[in-house]
């Protein structure tokens, strides 16, 4: 078995030419082949599962119709090098010789199509095409992506560059719970090895444990730890935005303190984030959440080896799996920092009770941006005692921020229609 792999369209098994071929060899060394149909995805992610190459080449991939492939490729093997060999940007092609005018179907229709093409060579590590003018529009469009053409491959031979890690502040908040957040912070440690992160605590305002000790003991041994204290319990949305104050990068991660976390869980997040500049928000699939993000799941917190091994049955079964949803739930949410500086912070006028997070996803919405639940991550959520241990009338929280959420959107929506010329 190679450790390389060539990804061909069946239509392609005799008809490769010489010329192609002399391309591929010059990537390739000794390697296997995969033929795909329209029906093989379910084939090819078992053999990518069973398999772990070092390289993959893809030749000859409608980006559109294609999409699922080249998910499941990165999804899978997070390590593994991607080439995207002769991709077919047409549409692309055709949004940029087009007038752009928002209220014609056609242009809506290619400018998703285009999207989902550039989104699929996000993915990818190098592209390989076969014009300098295929080269140019790519490039103005990749900043992180070797774009070449095959002629120079043939000449110089390529290979895919280092991209930059970008890096993530996990806010995490704290009150009292702290064997929870002991499990949490031990999980964060050990499964999210390969992402460069700061970890920033907000504690507020614990008094029955020695949660505060702890703490500083990891602000003392982590250079990459902060922690701010407050007095008093400010709630969700005020603690995060405190910690969002003094976070320094590209992402904020929200996440409760009462999750456990799994391998390559943070990563395959910033894939999904990184593929698609209309992506906002990132959430992972739960057991305990509420839309289209929970999953049928039943093991407790201690049973960590089950979690972990339903991890990566999630994994496998949705590889390459993401949806868009119109809200997720704030306790694993990845928000880019340009849509910090658009939408803003969460809005402290909602204390204990939640609704801050749908709140904020429906002003992410308004900007324009995609809310995206990466199907193939699972985080485990305790959820729910943060309450009940700290004797916090969640009913009656709960009630008060709806009736505040429902309230504020009313308002909105007034206010729009009153601008409106005929009032609708």
């Known amino acids: 078995m190679s450790k390389q792999l060539l990804i061909l369209p069946i239509t392609y098994k005799d008809n490769i030419s010489q010329d192609d071929q002399n391309v591929v060899n010059k990537i390739l060394s000794e390697y296997d082949i995969f033929y795909v149909e329209e029906n093989s995805y379910d084939v090819l992610k078992k053999y990518i599962s069973e398999n772990v190459f070092d390289l993959v080449?893809?030749?000859?991939?409608?980006?559109?119709?294609?999409?699922?492939?080249i998910r499941v490729i990165k999804s899978l093997n997070l390590k593994t090098k991607l080439i995207l060999l002769y991709p077919q940007i047409s549409n692309i092609k055709a949004f940029?010789?087009?007038?752009?005018?928002?209220?014609?179907?056609?242009?809506?229709?290619?400018?998703?199509?285009?999207s989902m093409e550039i989104s699929n060579c996000q993915l990818s590590d190098v592209v390989i095409v076969s014009s300098d003018e295929d080269k140019e529009i790519l490039?103005?469009?990749?900043?992180?992506?070797?774009?070449?053409?095959?002629?120079?491959?043939?000449?110089?031979?390529?290979?895919?560059k280092e991209k930059s890690k970008c890096m993530v502040s996990i806010v995490m908040l704290t009150y009292n719970q702290l064997e929870d957040t002991k499990i949490c912070v031990e999980s964060l440690f050990k499964h999210t090895t390969d992402v460069n992160y700061e970890l920033i605590f907000v504690d507020n305002g614990s008094t029955k444990d020695d949660t505060k000790t702890y703490l500083e003991t990891l602000k003392t041994t982590h250079s990459n730890i902060k922690v701010i204290y407050n007095d008093e319990n400010l709630g969700f949305a005020c603690?995060?935005?405190?910690?969002?104050?003094?976070?320094?990068?590209?992402?904020?991660?929200?996440?409760?303190?009462?999750?456990?976390l799994t391998d390559g869980w943070l990563d395959r997040m910033l894939q999904v984030a990184e593929s698609d500049k209309r992506t906002g928000l990132v959430a992972p699939a739960t057991n305990h959440a509420s839309g289209r993000q929970v999953v049928v799941f039943d093991a407790t917190a201690d049973e960590d080896e089950e979690i972990q091994k339903f991890a990566k049955t999630t994994?496998?079964?949705?590889?390459?799996?993401?949806?868009?949803?119109?809200?997720?739930?704030?306790?694993?949410?990845?928000?880019?920092?340009?849509?910090?500086?658009?939408?803003?912070v969460l809005d402290e006028m909602f204390g204990p009770g939640g609704y801050e997070d749908y709140d904020y996803c429906m002003r992410v919405k308004q900007e324009g941006y995609d809310i995206v639940v990466a199907t193939d991550v699972f985080v485990f959520h305790i959820g729910g005692k943060g309450y009940s241990s700290n004797n916090m009338n969640y009913s009656n929280?709960?009630?008060k921020n709806i009736?505040?959420?429902?309230?504020?959107?009313?308002?909105?929506?007034?206010?729009?229609?009153?601008?409106?010329?005929?009032?609708?």
């Open 57 to 69: 080449v893809y030749a000859y991939s409608n980006l559109v119709r294609d999409y699922k492939f």
């Open 96 to 114: 940029k010789s087009i007038e752009h005018n928002v209220y014609d179907p056609i242009y809506q229709l290619l400018s998703q199509s285009s």
């Open 139 to 160: 490039k103005s469009e990749l900043s992180k992506v070797v774009v070449e053409t095959s002629k120079n491959v043939l000449s110089k031979g390529v290979s895919p």
């Open 239 to 260: 603690a995060n935005n405190q910690g969002i104050e003094i976070s320094e990068g590209e992402y904020v991660l929200l996440l409760n303190n009462d999750v456990i």
């Open 315 to 344: 994994l496998s079964k949705n590889a390459g799996c993401w949806i868009s949803v119109k809200r997720v739930i704030g306790f694993c949410m990845l928000i880019k920092r340009e849509v910090l500086f658009k939408v803003g």
């Open 397 to 399: 929280l709960r009630s």
């Open 403 to 424: 009736e505040l959420l429902i309230d504020k959107w009313t308002r909105n929506s007034l206010e729009i229609m009153e601008k409106l010329p005929d009032g609708i």
